[in-house]
Nanobody, 124 residues
Framework: QVQLVESGGGSVQSGGSLRLSCAASGFFVSSVYMGWFRQAPGKEREGVAA???????SYADSVKGRFTISRDNAKNTLYLQLNSLKPEDTAMYYC??????????????????WGQGTQVTVSS
């Protein structure tokens, strides 16, 4: 049974940092496509970062150079390091897996399984 559990969210000031974790069970993070998404109130869910089984990564332009996606195969956990945070980064952050179609890895429709989310709030 696939399960994703996010943690690490919180409230920080502009310019601060957080590291989000996504603990996975029922599969190996090293073997699948995975992504991080976020959704702010009143906005659509948007892709933030994705990682392929070969370790290659992709990022939304809005976070490129500030966020880093990575994984720890031994802990079977996906991470998202958030640096130089801005108020516009405030959102619920979700991890996802279960690629169900050939498509852009930063599109939410690409993934079948989702975690419950962790809230990130950035104040100015």
């Amino acid at each position: 049974q696939v399960q994703l559990v996010e943690s690490g969210g919180g409230s920080v000031q502009s310019g601060g940092s957080l590291r989000l974790s996504c603990a996975a069970s029922g599969f190996f993070v090293s073997s699948v496509y995975m992504g991080w998404f976020r959704q702010a109130p009143g906005k659509e869910r948007e892709g933030v970062a994705a990682i392929k089984p070969d370790g290659s990564t992709s990022y939304a332009d809005s976070v490129k150079g500030r966020f880093t996606i990575s994984r720890d195969n031994a802990k079977n956990t996906l991470y998202l390091q958030l640096n130089s945070l801005k108020p516009e980064d405030t959102a619920m952050y979700y991890c996802a897996t279960g690629r169900r179609r050939v498509g852009a890895l930063l599109e939410s429709q690409t993934y079948l399984y989702w975690g419950q989310g962790t809230q990130v709030t950035v104040s100015s």
